[in-house]
C-alpha cells in the first residue's frame, strides 16, 4: 500500500510537470511568435534607400528669403567634395576597414561575430557602449537612419544592410561610406576631413595622417585634435592613432617599417579654408543651426545628422532674413571709415584661426512684432566659414545697456518707481555701504548732481542712481525680470550683486541677439518675442518638415513699456543724452548705450516703431582696452544700419496705450508742484511728466520751502506734444545740464573708471 501511495505521489508530480513545461512552452511559443510579429512590424517600417547614393549627395538644398525670394543652394560643396573611390588611396581605405570593419569584404551587410561579441560585452557592463555596426551598417545610418541604439532603429539598420549589399559592390559601399562619414568640425567625407586637418588632398595622406583621420569615427568630439583639452595633451587623439596604426599592422595592411615610420610621423596640422563662400553667411550659418536643432528633435536624430540631411536632402529653407537689411548691416559694420581712428594689429582667437581685424563688431535687427531676426552681422572684415559668430555665440559685458533691463523697467513695472521719482545722486551713505559689503559706484565723469529724476538719470546714464534704485528694488526681483521676462539666459550666480546688476559688469556678458530681442519688449507694448531665424523647411514635395514661430509672453505692462521708450528717447533726443548719435531723420528712436570698465566693450541698443536691434563693438580677445572707443561710436553704428533698413518706410511713432496720464510735477521733489516750484531762483521747476495711472502724485511739492496756497494747475489729458519734451520742459533744463552741440559726439558713460566686475555679498 505504501510502495502505490509513493507511485500515485509521483505520478502526480509528474503530471503537474508537464502540465508546467506545456504552459511554459506555450508561452515561449507566444513570445517568440510575438517577437517575430514585431520583427516583421519593424522591418516593414523601414524606410526605403536609393542605392544612387552618390547621386543623392548632390541634391542641394534651397534656401529663399522671407518674402520667397531664393538666395543660393544649401549644399556640401562647403563641408563635402565628393571623391571617387579610385582616387582614394588604398591605405586610407585600409585604415577605416581595420578599425571599422575587418571582416568588411567577408560578410553580407551584418557581422554576426561582431554583433555576439559586442552583445557579450553590453550583457557584462550593462551598457549599450559596445558598437557591432559594419561600415555598410553605418552608411545606412548615416544616409537614412537615426544613430540612436535601440531595438526597433537596429533591427531596421540590420535588415536594410543586408538589402543595400544586394544591391550595391563593396567598393560602391565603401565608396558611399568614405564620403558621408562625419569626421569633426564642418568635415563629412575624407576629402574634406583631409583638407580641414592637413590642408591637403586626400590622395596626398600619409599612413599617419589616415591613421588619425580615421581613428575620428568612434568619436569625432573626443579625439577633435582642435578642441582646447586636446590642443594642450594630444595624448588622447595619439593614442587613438596607434591603436589604428596596430589593427592596420596585425591585419596586413602596413609593413613593419611601414608601422614604424608612421608612429615616429609628427602631425602638423594646417587647415585650409575652402574657397568656397556663402552668401549671407552670418545669418545662415547660425539659422542653420536652429533648423537642424528643431530637426533633430522632431525626428529624433542628432543634429550632425540633421545638418547632413540638409546638405543633401533637396529641401525648401525659408529664412527671416530681409536682404535689404542684411546688406546695409554689413556694408556699415564692414565700412573700415568708422573704425580708421584705431591703430589696432589683427588678431587670431585660436591658433588655428585666421588673424582678423581689430575691433571687431556684431549686430542684430529684428522685428520685435513677430520675432523675426532679419539681419546678423557676426564679425568685421573677411571671414572664413564657420567662423566664431559674435552676434550669436559670444557673451560680452553689456554695461550700462543693462540698466533699463534689471533696473529701470523692474522699477517702473512694479510701481516702485516712476519717471519723475527723485533720487539723490550723492555718495553712498555708511547704511548703503554695509548693504553693498563696502563697494561704492562712482559716475564715469566723477561728479553728483544731487536730486535727479528716474528720467534724467537713464538719459545721462547715472551709476550711483542705478544702485541705489536697485537696492531699492532688490536682487531677486531685478534677477527675475532679467531671466524670466527679458530672457536672459547668461546671468551666473556671481551676478547676483548690486555692482553687475546694476552697472552691467555680468561675468560672462551677454550675447547681442538676446539683447536686440529684449529690446524689442519696450517696442510690442511690453510682449517679448522669442527671435526665430527661420519659418519653414518643406521637402521637395513642398511637405513641412519642420516649422517655427516666435514664441510670445507678457514681460511688462503696456503702460511701463511705454514710459520706458519715452525715457529712452531722452537718450538719443536730448543734448546731454549720450545716443545722440544713433538719430536718423525724423524716425523715433529709442535707445541706451553702454562702455565697460578700460573702455574693452561697447554697445547701443535700441528700438524704433519697426525694429529693435544691437550693435556691440570690442576686442576679440576679452577684456582688453581699446583707446578712444566710445559707445556713441556703437550709437553711430546702430543708426546708420536703421537709417537704411528704414528706407521707404513711413515715419510713425510708437502707439500709446490706455492707462497713461499726464501730470505736472516738480523737478526737485517729484511731487505736485506749487507756486514756489514755479519761481525758483533757477527759474520754473515745473515739468509734465507722463505716469501709469494711479502712480502719479498727490502730495504737495516739500522741497520749495513757504508753501502757498495751491495754484490754479489744470493737468491737460493730452498735452499738445509730449513726445517733444520728453516729459521735461528744454526751456526749464536744469542749468547744471551742460548741453553740447547737437553735432558732437555725446557725453561717454560707463562703468566705474577703476572698477571691473566688482563682487560683494548677496543681497
Same mark, same amino acid.
Given at each position: 500500500?505504501?510502495?502505490?501511495?509513493?507511485?500515485?505521489?509521483?505520478?502526480?508530480?509528474?503530471?503537474?510537470?508537464?502540465?508546467?513545461?506545456?504552459?511554459?512552452?506555450?508561452?515561449?511559443?507566444?513570445?517568440?511568435?510575438?517577437?517575430?510579429?514585431?520583427?516583421?512590424?519593424?522591418?516593414?517600417?523601414?524606410?526605403?534607400?536609393?542605392?544612387?547614393?552618390?547621386?543623392?549627395?548632390?541634391?542641394?538644398?534651397?534656401?529663399?528669403?522671407?518674402?520667397?525670394?531664393?538666395?543660393?543652394?544649401?549644399?556640401?560643396?562647403?563641408?563635402?567634395?565628393?571623391?571617387?573611390?579610385?582616387?582614394?588611396?588604398?591605405?586610407?581605405?585600409?585604415?577605416?576597414?581595420?578599425?571599422?570593419d575587418?571582416?568588411?569584404?567577408?560578410?553580407?551587410?551584418?557581422?554576426?561575430?561582431?554583433?555576439?561579441?559586442?552583445?557579450?560585452?553590453?550583457?557584462?557592463?550593462?551598457?549599450?557602449?559596445?558598437?557591432?555596426?559594419?561600415?555598410?551598417?553605418?552608411?545606412?545610418?548615416?544616409?537614412?537612419?537615426?544613430?540612436?541604439?535601440?531595438?526597433?532603429?537596429?533591427?531596421?539598420?540590420?535588415?536594410?544592410?543586408?538589402?543595400?549589399?544586394?544591391?550595391?559592390?563593396?567598393?560602391?559601399?565603401?565608396?558611399?561610406?568614405?564620403n558621408?562619414?562625419?569626421?569633426?568640425?564642418?568635415?563629412?567625407?575624407?576629402?574634406?576631413?583631409?583638407?580641414?586637418?592637413?590642408?591637403?588632398?586626400?590622395?596626398?595622406?600619409?599612413?599617419?595622417?589616415?591613421a588619425?583621420?580615421?581613428?575620428l569615427?568612434?568619436?569625432?568630439?573626443?579625439?577633435y585634435?582642435y578642441?582646447?583639452?586636446?590642443?594642450?595633451n594630444p595624448?588622447?587623439?595619439?593614442?587613438?592613432?596607434?591603436?589604428?596604426?596596430?589593427?592596420?599592422?596585425?591585419?596586413?595592411?602596413?609593413?613593419?617599417?611601414?608601422?614604424?615610420?608612421?608612429?615616429?610621423?609628427?602631425?602638423?596640422?594646417?587647415?585650409?579654408?575652402?574657397?568656397?563662400?556663402?552668401?549671407?553667411?552670418?545669418?545662415?550659418?547660425?539659422?542653420?543651426?536652429?533648423?537642424?536643432?528643431?530637426?533633430?528633435?522632431?525626428?529624433?536624430?542628432?543634429?550632425?545628422?540633421?545638418?547632413?540631411?540638409?546638405?543633401?536632402?533637396? $529641401?525648401?529653407?525659408?529664412?527671416?532674413?530681409?536682404?535689404?537689411? +542684411?546688406?546695409? =548691416?554689413? #556694408? /556699415? %559694420?564692414? *565700412?573700415? @571709415?568708422?573704425?580708421?581712428?584705431?591703430?589696432?594689429?589683427? $588678431?587670431?582667437?585660436?591658433?588655428?584661426?585666421?588673424?582678423?581685424? +581689430?575691433?571687431? =563688431?556684431? #549686430? /542684430? %535687427?529684428? *522685428?520685435? @512684432?513677430?520675432?523675426?531676426?532679419?539681419?546678423?552681422?557676426?564679425?568685421?572684415?573677411?571671414?572664413?566659414?564657420?567662423?566664431?559668430?559674435?552676434?550669436?555665440?559670444?557673451k560680452?559685458?553689456?554695461?550700462?545697456?543693462?540698466?533699463?533691463?534689471?533696473?529701470?523697467?523692474?522699477?517702473?513695472?512694479?510701481?516702485?518707481?516712476?519717471?519723475?521719482?527723485?533720487?539723490?545722486?550723492?555718495?553712498?551713505?555708511?547704511?548703503?555701504?554695509?548693504?553693498?559689503?563696502?563697494?561704492?559706484?562712482?559716475?564715469?565723469?566723477?561728479?553728483?548732481?544731487?536730486?535727479?529724476?528716474?528720467?534724467?538719470?537713464?538719459?545721462?546714464s547715472?551709476?550711483?542712481?542705478?544702485?541705489?534704485?536697485?537696492?531699492?528694488?532688490?536682487?531677486?526681483?531685478?534677477?527675475d525680470?532679467?531671466?524670466?521676462?527679458?530672457?536672459?539666459?547668461?546671468?551666473?550666480?556671481?551676478?547676483?550683486?548690486?555692482?553687475?546688476?546694476?552697472?552691467?559688469?555680468?561675468t560672462?556678458?551677454?550675447?547681442?541677439?538676446?539683447?536686440?530681442?529684449?529690446?524689442?519688449?519696450?517696442?510690442?507694448?511690453?510682449?517679448?518675442?522669442?527671435?526665430?531665424?527661420?519659418?519653414?523647411?518643406?521637402?521637395?514635395?513642398?511637405?513641412?518638415?519642420?516649422?517655427?514661430?516666435?514664441?510670445?509672453?507678457?514681460?511688462?505692462?503696456?503702460?511701463?513699456a511705454?514710459i520706458m521708450?519715452d525715457?529712452?528717447?531722452?537718450?538719443?533726443?536730448?543734448?546731454?543724452?549720450?545716443?545722440g548719435?544713433?538719430?536718423?531723420?525724423?524716425?523715433p528712436?529709442?535707445?541706451?548705450?553702454?562702455?565697460?570698465?578700460?573702455?574693452?566693450?561697447?554697445?547701443?541698443?535700441g528700438?524704433?516703431?519697426?525694429?529693435?536691434?544691437?550693435?556691440?563693438?570690442?576686442?576679440?580677445?576679452?577684456?582688453?582696452?581699446?583707446?578712444?572707443?566710445?559707445?556713441?561710436?556703437?550709437?553711430?553704428?546702430w543708426?546708420?544700419?536703421?537709417?537704411?533698413?528704414?528706407?521707404?518706410?513711413?515715419?510713425?511713432?510708437?502707439?500709446?496705450?490706455?492707462?497713461i496720464?499726464y501730470?505736472?510735477?516738480?523737478?526737485?521733489?517729484?511731487?505736485?508742484?506749487?507756486?514756489?516750484?514755479?519761481?525758483?531762483?533757477?527759474?520754473?521747476?515745473?515739468?509734465?511728466?507722463?505716469?501709469?495711472?494711479?502712480?502719479?502724485?498727490?502730495?504737495?511739492?516739500?522741497?520749495?520751502?513757504?508753501?502757498?496756497?495751491?495754484?490754479?494747475?489744470?493737468?491737460?489729458?493730452?498735452?499738445?506734444n509730449?513726445q517733444?519734451?520728453?516729459?521735461?520742459?528744454?526751456?526749464?533744463?536744469?542749468?547744471?545740464?551742460?548741453?553740447?552741440?547737437?553735432?558732437?559726439?555725446?557725453?561717454?558713460?560707463?562703468?566705474?573708471?577703476?572698477?571691473?566686475?566688482?563682487?560683494?555679498?548677496?543681497?
Amino acid at each position: 500500500m505504501a510502495e502505490k501511495r509513493k507511485s500515485k505521489r509521483k505520478n502526480k508530480k509528474r503530471g503537474v510537470l508537464n502540465i508546467l513545461l506545456i504552459i511554459f512552452l506555450f508561452i515561449f511559443l507566444f513570445i517568440f511568435a510575438a517577437g517575430i510579429g514585431v520583427a516583421i512590424a519593424v522591418i516593414k517600417s523601414a524606410p526605403e534607400i536609393d542605392a544612387n547614393i552618390l547621386d543623392n549627395l548632390k541634391q542641394s538644398s534651397r534656401i529663399y528669403d522671407k518674402d520667397g525670394n531664393f538666395i543660393e543652394d544649401f549644399s556640401d560643396v562647403q563641408n563635402r567634395t565628393v571623391v571617387p573611390l579610385k582616387k582614394i588611396p588604398k591605405h586610407v581605405q585600409h585604415a577605416f576597414i581595420a578599425i571599422e570593419d575587418e571582416r568588411f569584404y567577408k560578410h553580407h551587410g551584418i557581422d554576426p561575430k561582431r554583433i555576439f561579441g559586442a552583445l557579450w560585452y553590453d550583457i557584462k557592463t550593462m551598457s549599450k557602449a559596445q558598437g557591432a555596426s559594419t561600415i555598410t551598417q553605418q552608411l545606412i545610418k548615416n544616409i537614412a537612419l537615426s544613430p540612436k541604439k535601440d531595438f526597433s532603429r537596429k533591427l531596421q539598420e540590420m535588415y536594410l544592410a543586408i538589402q543595400l549589399e544586394r544591391k550595391l559592390s563593396k567598393d560602391q559601399i565603401l565608396e558611399g561610406y568614405l564620403n558621408t562619414i562625419y569626421l569633426g568640425g564642418s568635415a563629412y567625407g575624407v576629402q574634406a576631413a583631409s583638407m580641414f586637418y592637413f590642408g591637403k588632398d586626400v590622395n596626398e595622406l600619409t599612413i599617419a595622417e589616415a591613421a588619425l583621420i580615421a581613428g575620428l569615427t568612434q568619436s569625432p568630439y573626443k579625439y577633435y585634435p582642435y578642441s582646447k583639452k586636446n590642443q594642450e595633451n594630444p595624448k588622447t587623439y595619439l593614442d587613438r592613432q596607434q591603436t589604428v596604426l596596430k589593427k592596420m599592422l596585425k591585419q596586413g595592411y602596413i609593413t613593419q617599417e611601414q608601422y614604424d615610420e608612421a608612429i615616429n610621423q609628427k602631425l602638423v596640422f594646417k587647415s585650409k579654408e575652402s574657397p568656397n563662400t556663402m552668401k549671407y553667411q552670418w545669418f545662415i550659418e547660425p539659422a542653420i543651426d536652429e533648423i537642424a536643432k528643431d530637426m533633430a528633435d522632431k525626428l529624433n536624430i542628432t543634429e550632425s545628422e540633421a545638418k547632413q540631411r540638409l546638405r543633401t536632402g533637396g $529641401y525648401n529653407i525659408y529664412l527671416t532674413i530681409d536682404t535689404k537689411i +542684411q546688406e546695409a =548691416a554689413e #556694408a /556699415v %559694420i564692414n *565700412d573700415d @571709415s568708422f573704425f580708421k581712428q584705431f591703430n589696432l594689429k589683427p $588678431y587670431a582667437s585660436t591658433e588655428n584661426s585666421p588673424k582678423v581685424s +581689430q575691433p571687431q =563688431a556684431a #549686430a /542684430v %535687427i529684428m *522685428d520685435y @512684432s513677430t520675432g523675426e531676426v532679419r539681419a546678423i552681422v557676426g564679425g568685421r572684415g573677411p571671414h572664413p566659414l564657420r567662423s566664431m559668430n559674435r552676434a550669436t555665440d559670444v557673451k560680452r559685458q553689456p554695461g550700462s545697456a543693462i540698466k533699463p533691463l534689471s533696473v529701470y523697467a523692474p522699477a517702473i513695472d512694479t510701481q516702485l518707481a516712476t519717471a519723475a521719482t527723485i533720487i539723490e545722486d550723492s555718495p553712498f551713505s555708511q547704511e548703503l555701504l554695509a548693504a553693498t559689503g563696502g563697494w561704492e559706484p562712482k559716475n564715469y565723469d566723477n561728479s553728483y548732481r544731487g536730486n535727479v529724476t528716474v528720467r534724467e538719470a537713464i538719459t545721462r546714464s547715472i551709476n550711483v542712481v542705478a544702485a541705489k534704485l536697485l537696492l531699492q528694488l532688490g536682487i531677486g526681483t531685478s534677477v527675475d525680470y532679467l531671466q524670466n521676462k527679458f530672457h536672459i539666459s547668461t546671468i551666473k550666480n556671481s551676478d547676483k550683486y548690486v555692482a553687475p546688476l546694476s552697472l552691467g559688469g555680468l561675468t560672462e556678458g551677454v550675447y547681442p541677439i538676446e539683447m536686440a530681442a529684449a529690446y524689442g519688449v519696450f517696442g510690442n507694448k511690453g510682449i517679448y518675442s522669442e527671435p526665430i531665424l527661420y519659418t519653414k523647411v518643406t521637402d521637395r514635395y513642398n511637405n513641412i518638415i519642420v516649422e517655427r514661430t516666435s514664441t510670445q509672453s507678457r514681460s511688462i505692462s503696456s503702460q511701463a513699456a511705454y514710459i520706458m521708450l519715452d525715457m529712452m528717447k531722452d537718450v538719443v533726443r536730448k543734448p546731454y543724452g549720450t545716443g545722440g548719435r544713433a538719430r536718423f531723420g525724423s524716425m523715433p528712436v529709442a535707445g541706451k548705450t553702454g562702455t565697460t570698465s578700460d573702455y574693452t566693450n561697447v554697445w547701443f541698443c535700441g528700438v524704433t516703431p519697426y525694429y529693435s536691434g544691437a550693435v556691440w563693438i570690442g576686442h576679440d580677445k576679452p577684456n582688453t582696452s581699446i583707446p578712444g572707443l566710445k559707445s556713441s561710436l556703437a550709437a553711430k553704428l546702430w543708426g546708420e544700419i536703421m537709417k537704411r533698413a528704414h528706407e521707404g518706410l513711413k515715419v510713425v511713432d510708437f502707439e500709446r496705450p490706455s492707462g497713461i496720464v499726464y501730470e505736472k510735477v516738480c523737478l526737485d521733489s517729484g511731487k505736485y508742484p506749487t507756486d514756489l516750484c514755479f519761481n525758483d531762483p533757477r527759474g520754473n521747476r515745473v515739468v509734465t511728466e507722463m505716469f501709469i495711472d494711479g502712480t502719479q502724485p498727490v502730495e504737495l511739492c516739500d522741497y520749495h520751502v513757504n508753501i502757498v496756497p495751491e495754484p490754479d494747475i489744470t493737468t491737460p489729458e493730452n498735452p499738445s506734444n509730449p513726445q517733444d519734451n520728453g516729459g521735461q520742459n528744454q526751456e526749464t533744463q536744469n542749468p547744471t545740464s551742460n548741453p553740447t552741440d547737437q553735432n558732437q559726439s555725446p557725453p561717454q558713460e560707463g562703468q566705474n573708471p577703476q572698477q571691473t566686475n566688482p563682487t560683494q555679498p548677496k543681497q
